[in-house]
């Protein structure tokens, strides 16, 4: 089965030249997403604020490709403060669930002018 890119108005768009995801099979990529609003403006309140919106864009992006984050089999998630992990941890929690949690990598990194972004693997089979 070929693989076809996924993009919706119900996510932030892509910062770059990329899709939002893409379909392979049943496994679907997600792109990064971040603490930004569909019509692209960036939200700028504190780290809650921002991280509620990324995981928003990446549900919204789910379901675009025909899914949800319930299918996530990995998780990636970068903090601009790693001071963040546990107020990160409590959010994530509100959307990730489940009796079989994704894998998952945390990590710092130097983003500018955002706090959070996440990315995802979903996979849709049996």
Known sequence: MPKRAVMTDKAAPPGGPYSHAVVAGDTIYLAGAVPALPDGTWVTGGFAEQAHAAFRNL?????????????????????????????MNEIYREYIKGEHLPVRTTIPVALVGFDIEIDAVLYTGA
Do not use: N, T, W
């Open 59 to 87: 549900a919204a992006v789910a379901e675009a490709a025909g899914s949800s984050l319930d299918d996530a089999v990995k998780i990636g998630v970068y903090l601009r403060d790693f001071d963040d992990f546990p107020a």
